[in-house]
């Protein structure tokens, strides 16, 4: 049968002092991220925020309101530049998303770099859709051009114009396909008696 020996109360205090003597001395314990040796690059929130700020003002920088005729110019320097354009705008060539593209007042521009090249990125991505015709059902794209031709023909014509064609017969017109007599010919014989009656009968 083993012996159980009894540990005294002061054994056991000179036990824990001893141990935290050796284990966990309170000078050698980091209380600060700075005293931390193995990480010496660590920031702050205030540092994080700091540089993310930076970043983000590197990137876009406010530039006021300006008509589209007057976008800052594709350049380095105006790199990151956002406008708010105060006129209803179509897209051209010097746009990111292509010519073309119409957008309303107060769409935000900005010019960026895309990839040699400086261009204008439309921020609000939003396309006005206005001028255009919406479906209806049972019509569809006609593969004849109205052309502006067209157009300046109709324009020529007086309201309530008529129809007006020539017709086989002489001394009549058709006027919304009726014909109507503008003059009737004399027949042979009325001639005839006619010219009598000026030139006399003729000798026998």
Partial sequence: MSTIKHIS??????????MKEKYACKADVPVKISDLTNDAGYQTGEQVAA?????????????GSVAFANLP?????NRGLVVNVTDKFTTTDSFVEGAGQKHPAGTNVAVVKAGEDY???????FVDL??????????????????????????????????VEATAGSGTIKVNDTDVELFSVAADTEVTEMLAEVFGAPAE
Avoid at 73 to 77: N, Q, V
Avoid at 119 to 125: E, F, I, P, R
Avoid at 130 to 153: F, R
């Fill in 119 to 125: 261009k204008y990125d439309v921020l609000a991505g």
């Fill in 9 to 18: 109360l002061d054994n056991l205090d000179t036990f824990a002092t001893q």
């Fill in 51 to 63: 540089a993310i700020n930076a970043k983000v003002a590197s990137t876009y920088r406010a530039g």
């Fill in 73 to 77: 110019e594709l350049t380095e320097a």
């Fill in 130 to 163: 206005s001028g255009y015709q919406a479906k209806e059902d049972g019509k569809g794209l006609s593969t004849e051009d109205y052309v502006t031709e067209d157009k300046t023909k109709l324009a020529g014509i007086a309201a309530g114009a008529t129809k």
